[in-house]
């Protein structure tokens, strides 16, 4: 075009296709800018859906503390809303953060923020009035929308070393990611309800590299693992954690160790570096979000109207062989405009009415009979929510069983447990041969008779046919209670025990598991060497002449002490044992 043979014609042509280049060149370059103003226009109406939601959650925390009807539930929303005002407070610190990087960016490239309301950037300011809502602007009015200069001047540095920024964006990077740990830590830390519940706690890391989405959350589980959050957390605290992490360093055009800050704010138009900055806000104000419908979720009446559900499958433990069988399935809690859908066996289920599923089947088999299926429940937005059921059924054979938890013998004068199943009844009659038989609680208490042998028959009635049936008769042997130790303090016979104590005791020890109680009548005690006449006395306590006799003794002195004792039975025992002081 420029080559001294080209004729003018030639030269005036070349110099149209220049100028017609440097026109497309240009279109294209608007064309990409008007696209980062339509991007950063969504990303406005994203971050008020995001700033919307939270406050949704939010308005439904303090509405639930002022509901004086359930005071307990309205004390602990009360608890929950004030963790919220904590959150509001260190999210909206980076929101004027981030709006106030943006204002500066606009006036150092010679924009006019000053002026407010329609026809301008700023639509509506930034105020502290309203500290969590983003500033409204409209960025197609700005005019130098491709200048770059003062952006990466501002968020990289000076010295525009994309690998090491030193600007504002680094500010904004270590503000950005210390409200990542800290919203995480805040909110997984807290006591569980009831007495000596779990304290729960989230150490957050500091996650800057990973090779891609799952090494993410990968090492997020690993964090999760080593601290103690708690079980239904998890999953939120993760997503949470996980949408706040973004990649330190990576390779931008084959430069390795690019700051994430000297890759975003490189070179990057005013308007597309303030798209940036928007999108950052749009993340911090959808993990607020979460945040509060985490802690909205512990009090109740959040997504699906309470604070958790869970497939519950519940009927009749054990079943006859050839018995019908009924199981009701439910979530722990309901919607009754938004009734589940149950399955069993992969077959739906019709009969669904109250929030549960009604299934019938035949028990079949020995052992045991495993039920299974899934229901699932939509929440407000009408979003499913699948999970498993599962029954497991015990079939037997009718039958009846008698056991003794203590032992395998009936002892006279002693109110022996005795309990007793007659499998395959929902009542179980008890009727005794040589024994008498008294109902306490879901058990009897046997008390045999003179004999040296007793029999118990059990039957089954149920309470639909009102029919009884003998399962079984059982024979015992009746024997005395046997003899109890002698404790002399914690000592018993042929132990150590300290000259200072003067207490006796009569009782079984461990190896003996009966709940039997013995009274000391009286007791006389012997010492080596004494010459004047044993110390006697009455009860379980040592007189004083006793105690001053022991306190005399030498160490290594055997003595010894006879009592008399009465037990349950009203048998008078002599019981006796020797100590070494």
Known sequence: MAGGKETPRQKMIGMMYLVLTALLALNVSKSILDAFVAIEENIQKANLTEFFRGNEKRSELKETSLDKSEPDRAAKAMRIFKMVEEIDKFTAKRIAMIDAIKIQILEETGEDVEAKGPGNIVLIAYTNNNPLKPARMDLDKVNGKDKYDDAMRIMIGAATDIKKPTGKGM?????????????????????????????????????????????????????????????????????????????????????????????????????????????????ILAARADAIALLRSRVGGGEYSFNKIMALAYGPELANSGDEIELQVLMAAYDSDKQPVVTYNGTTI?????????????????????????????????????M???????????????????????????ANKVEAVASGYDQTILQGSGVSLTKSGNGWIANPGGGRECSITVSGKSSVTNKTVRLGSFPFRISRLPDPELYFGAAKSGENASKAETRLFAKYPPEIPLNASFTIINWELAVPGNPMAPPRGSGGQLSGPASSLLRQVKPGTIIGIMTSVRGPDGVLRKKGGSYKI
């Open 171 to 283: 500010e904004l990077w270590n503000s950005y990611n210390g409200f990542r740990n800290e919203l995480t830590e805040f909110i997984a830390k807290y006591k569980g309800s009831g007495d000596g519940a779990p304290q729960y706690s989230f150490k957050a890391p500091s996650i800057t590299k990973f090779k891609d989405q799952k090494d993410l959350m990968d090492q997020i589980d690993a964090a999760i693992k080593k601290s103690n959050v708690a079980q239904d957390d998890k999953e939120a605290i993760k997503k949470i954690y996980a949408g706040l992490t973004k990649e330190e360093f990576s390779e931008v055009h084959g430069q390795k160790g690019v700051h994430w800050i000297g890759k975003t704010f490189d070179h990057s138009p005013s308007v597309a570096a303030i798209a940036s900055l928007s999108s950052m806000q749009k993340d």
């Open 350 to 386: 019709s009969d669904v009415k109250e929030g549960k599923g009604y299934i019938k089947t035949r028990a079949s088999g020995g052992g045991e009979m495993t039920l299974k299926g899934n229901i699932t429940i939509r929440n407000k937005s009408g979003v499913p929510k699948t």
């Open 388 to 414: 498993p059921w599962e029954k497991t059924v015990k079939i037997m054979k009718p039958s009846g069983t008698v056991s003794l938890p203590e032992l395998n013998v009936l002892y006279r004068g002693y």
